[in-house]
Structures are given as structure tokens and as C-alpha cells.
């Protein structure tokens, strides 16, 4: 058992709000995690509704089903009876305890209008990302507010040489292959994605062209460094774009794909203003761009490629297991100069981080991260290349000050 982030969220939101919902892709470690917090935390009675007994109860009676739960409840698998939420509401409504219902979901709730109306207002949601290195590690990672201090701390040399990191990518983080060779991990994602497929995507539409989520998988990780454009996305699967458009809604519901928005201030109209799409694990990606560790460490475009998807997991499952919260975006001027992540922290501060394989750097290297402090003015704190070298170097000192880190910076950097 892996020591998740997202545990104290989680437990001090059941301290004070009656409707708790850990959302993330299956085999995330959901179900884990709200057993684990049940035990010494939040007594309570789990239920599942992967068990088809009480699948079947549920749906066939779902106010009798919550009315006849007392005390405190965990409901696993949530969305396989949605109609459960609007009797949810109405427990609720009556009885606002703190805590009364901790539900898990595959589904993201946010982007179900229909599902999180039922409970708006009541409930707080959490979401659970696939492990972070830190949490493979087990180590306390401190990345995002290192970055957003007034001073940095220090980061001794990298201890990941290119092939590391190329079986840190391949890796991944869902915990079940972690432990697997390189060949049984991809026949699990092989296995993982049909279950998906076949599972939650059919569950949350009357879709019939599921064979065609693996192509648009394929295309969105080969396009991992630029900004989403569904139209040539469209012409080059030979999708309707309307179709194309209720498909990228999907594979966002299910947590397959992350949506990185664009960063703007006062420059709407100047800058670059489309998503960056993702994939949501870089051994998932690997996967599905049938590469191995080795071909990653011969082919240095790739290694890039899935290097910029690796580093924005990472710093999407950090973000998400702080308590402090972070606003995460990409930002473009005129297409000539971009930043990979912008993190917005507590009080509006914004750092940049730019993701480099190259283990050399030069002032090109730094331009997008100029253009975002122009920008970003006083708000401005710091911008970070993350780069294949070993040093941390600092290239320019405040107001605008810029440095460059190893990319196990990530994982290894303390507050």
C-alpha cells in the first residue's frame, strides 16, 4: 500500500461536509484509499456497487436503498447508479451531518451536469490520480510551494540518468503493474483500456464505435506537445467533429485525458488560446505509442515527446494532493513562445514551468518564461526550466528570476 496525497484532503473535508466524492480512473487506488480512511478515520459501513447483489438493489430502489444505510456510508463505484445522487440530496437535505456519505466514482462528476446538480453545494470533490513519484518513493514532495517560496530551497545533483527516467515514464503510475516487466505492464494497459472501453464509456453513452478510442488516444499522445485542434484531429481520424468533440468529453469523464486550458491576462486575444491535451499517465502513453524504455533512450524526440507528458502528470498529481490549492494552465504568445505550465498558487502568484529533455540548455531555452513574467508583472515568482542535466542553475535573479533543475526536481524537491 502506497501512502496517498490526497488522504488528509480527504479526511478533513469528511469533517465538515456531509458529501464527500473521491473521483479518478479506475485501478487509481479509490477504492484502497476510502478503505483506508474508513478504518482509523471515519468509521462507516462500505458499500459496493461492483457487487452485483447490491447493484441490483440500488437500482431498483434507490431511496429505500439510502434510507435503510445508518451512520456514515462509503459508496463505491457511484455512477453505476447515478439516481442514488438525488437520493443522496434528499438524506442529506434532511440530515446535514458531517460526513454522512463518502462515494467513489470512475466518472467525473463535473463534467455529468446532471450528476453534480444533485449535489451542489453539499458535497466536495477530490480527485485521485494514478501514484506520483513522490508517492512511489514515498517521499514528501514539495515541488509547488518550493517554487512559489521566496526562496528556493536546495536541490542536490540529479540521481536519474536518461535511462531512469525513460523507465519512469514507461512505468508509469498505477499501482498494480508497477512491480511488472516491461512487456506484462503493456499487456496490463492493453487490458485496462478494453476494459474501460467496454465499461465505463459504454456506461456513460450509447457509443458504437468504440474502436475508435484507441486511434483518437494514439493521435492526442502524438500531438502531446501542441495545442489541441479538434478540426485536424477530425480530418486526420476521419471522426465527425461533432462526434470527435463528444468523444474528447468522454475520454475527459473518465479521467483518460487531462485538458491543460490556457493561461491569459489582459492578453485574451493576443495569445495562444487552446487547450493542450494529455494523456493521463505516461506508461499509459508509452503504451499506446508502442514504446519501450530502450527505444525511448535511442530516439531523443520521443523522449521529449513523453518526457513533456510525464512531467505535467506529475505536476497535476502533486497539485492535486496539496492542501494548498493550485490553478494549473500553458500559456502561447503569437504561437512563438509558450510555457508547458503555468501554476497559479494561493493569492494569484504564478510560476512558469518549462519541461527540456536536452541536458544543455541556451537563452531561447527561457523565452516563453520571459514572455509569462512580462505578462504575469508583480505576480510573477519564478520560472523553472525542467531539464535532462544534473545541476540547478540559476539563470537570472529577481525580480525575474529564472533557473534550470534536473527533472527529478519534481519528486525530490523539499519545502
Known sequence: ????????????????????????????????????????????TFVSLDDGAMLSLAAADPVGFIAAQSGAVVIDEIQRVPELLLAIKNA??????????LLTGSTNVLLLPRLADSLAGRMEIETLWPLSQGEIEENEEGFLPAIMSEELPTLPPSIDGRPQLAKRMVRGGYPEPLGFSEARRDDWFGSY????????????????????????????GARTS???NVSDLSRTLGIPWTSLNRYLALLKATFLVI???????????????TSKLYLSDSGLLAHLLRLDSARLVAEPERFGQVLESFAVCEVVRQAAGRPERYSLSHYGKHQTAEVDIVVEGPGGAIAGIEIKASASLGPHDFKGLRYLAEAAGERFVRGVVLYGGDETVRVSAPPVELLAMPVDALWRLGI
Open 92 to 101: 442529506v437535505d434532511r440530515d446535514r451531518t458531517p460526513g454522512r456519505f
Open 259 to 273: 485538458d491543460l486550458p490556457t493561461w491569459s491576462a489582459g492578453e485574451v486575444r493576443r495569445g495562444v488560446r
Open 226 to 228: 501542441s495545442p489541441a
Open 193 to 220: 483500456l478494453t476494459s474501460i472501453l467496454q465499461k465505463d464509456v459504454r456506461d456513460l453513452a450509447d457509443v458504437d464505435a468504440l474502436f475508435s478510442f484507441p486511434r483518437l488516444l494514439q493521435a492526442i
Open 1 to 44: 500500500m502506497y501512502p496517498r496525497n490526497l488522504t488528509p484532503r480527504v479526511v478533513e473535508a469528511l469533517a465538515d461536509r456531509p458529501v464527500v466524492v473521491i473521483n479518478g480512473a479506475r485501478q487509481t487506488g479509490k477504492t484502497v484509499l476510502a478503505r483506508d480512511i474508513v478504518a482509523p478515520h471515519h468509521p462507516a
